[in-house]
Every structure is written in structure tokens, then in C-alpha cells.
């Protein structure tokens, strides 16, 4: 780990890391299937003692030990960099310090919230995270979501209080988007009876039609030269407004990808 840190000293590539790592710690190099899901690409590892270890394990490793973020591409693979040597004024922050800044950021991004989410969303045991919600216990809200028990920021309360929506806000979410990865419960987005339409087998989450901040539907793109298909599939009757509002978000996808020509269809 101490190596692969210092080998990190400027953006490297998977290939490039499990080479360096060899060259000076004199273990084997090898490649193995690893490429994800479905894939039948071969990854560099390195073999240490009984251990084959894949370089992308590697980096999850070292990421214990100090901060590594993603660096320019080389050609079609990613790069890797320690972050103090990468990101211009980088400074460390008190471990008390960065675990506040951590939850206010999570609150202000995904709440209304609870403990049980927070802990999800950052990967930590719940016992961890109630302690860090405890020492902020002072700038947290609680309120009541049609029923469901949940908090937010004190500071956002005030603009919470005051918030109305004059006409449906309707947003197209691709694949796996952040809103609707950070909670664990996911019933201030999806009712019930849709949930398995969103967040389906093995993983996968849909690319979903948000309106008002809620899951309506699920949807999906073709696109072919400069044409763009797109299909909603709604879980119940929208008004016209609302399908006026999805056909708008299509076309803005459309001017996106530079696509000139766009059909929407609402199944």
C-alpha cells in the first residue's frame, strides 16, 4: 500500500500501476478476468503470496491510506492520482471536522433523511453515524413527510416553510442518479407498488420521470445518427401539463446529444 501510494504521485493508468509496483517490490505481474459485469477483458494484478490482487482492489486499498481522486484519461482508460498532489491548495481537515462537513453536504443534498440513510449512503455502520448525527443534533430539524418521521438542516427549514410549486417540475434521470441513491427505504421517491420498476434486480436502477420530486415513471432513449427516440412509461395518469413538460425535457436530451430530430412517445 505504501508503494502503490508513492507510485500515485502523478495520474496512472491500471496497466501502469501494476507495472511500477512490480519493477519495485518484485512481485509477479499477471492479468486475470475482472473487467465488471458481463465483461471478458483481462485486468493487470499483481500475486502476493496466495493473493492475486487485481490493480483496481489495489486502489481501494490505498484509498484507506490517503486520498486518491481521478486524474485526465489515457486513451480509453482512467487514471489515478494522490489528491494532494493533484488538486491545487488541497489540505487535510480534523477527522471531527470532516465528518460534519460530510453529513451537512449529505442533509443539505438529500434530506429530508435519516440516520439509517446517512449510514447507507456513506457506507459506515449505523453506531458510526448516529454519533456523528449526535454531535449536530443542534443544526438538525425534525419534520414530518405526509407521515414518515425524517430531518433536515435547521438553517433549511425556513426556506422548506415557504417552498410551493406553481407548475409540475419534470426532470428525465438517466441510470443509477444520485436522487435516488441516497436513501435506504427510497418511499420519499417511490411508492410500494412501483419500487421493484426502479430499483430492480441485481443492482440495477432505472432511468426514471421525476415529477415534483417524485418517481412517475421510468423511461428510455434509442438514438440513431442525429435521431432520438424516447419512451415514458408512466405508473398512472399525467395531466397534459405534464406531458408537455416530458416532451420538453426529451428535446433538451435531443440538443444534448446534438440530435436534430426527437420523438417522444408517452405509453
Known sequence: MDAALQVLDRPRTQTELAQLLSESTGYKLKSKLGGGWGSRRKVPCLEV?????????????????GVVCSGPTKGNESTFVRAEKWIPRWRDVPVDQAERELLVKYLRAFGPTTIADFALWTGMLVSDAKE??????KDIAQVDVEGWKAAILQSDLPELEKAQ?????????PYFDSFVLG??????IVDEINHRRVYRAQGWVSPVLLVNGGARGVWSHIRKKNSLEVRVTPFSKLS???????????????RFLECSAVRTTID
Request: proline fraction near 4%; aromatic fraction near 4%; glycine fraction near 8%.
Open 132 to 137: 456523528i448525527w449526535s454531535r449536530q443534533e
Open 183 to 188: 436513501h435506504k427505504s427510497h418511499r420519499n
Open 240 to 254: 397534459n401539463l405534464v406531458h408537455s413538460r416530458i416532451r420538453e425535457e426529451a428535446s433538451d436530451l435531443g
Open 165 to 173: 410549486i406553481d407548475e409540475p417540475v419534470v426532470r428525465l434521470l
Open 49 to 65: 503470496g496466495d493473493l492475486t490482487l487485481p490493480a483496481g482492489y489495489l486502489l481501494h486499498l490505498v484509498g484507506a491510506s
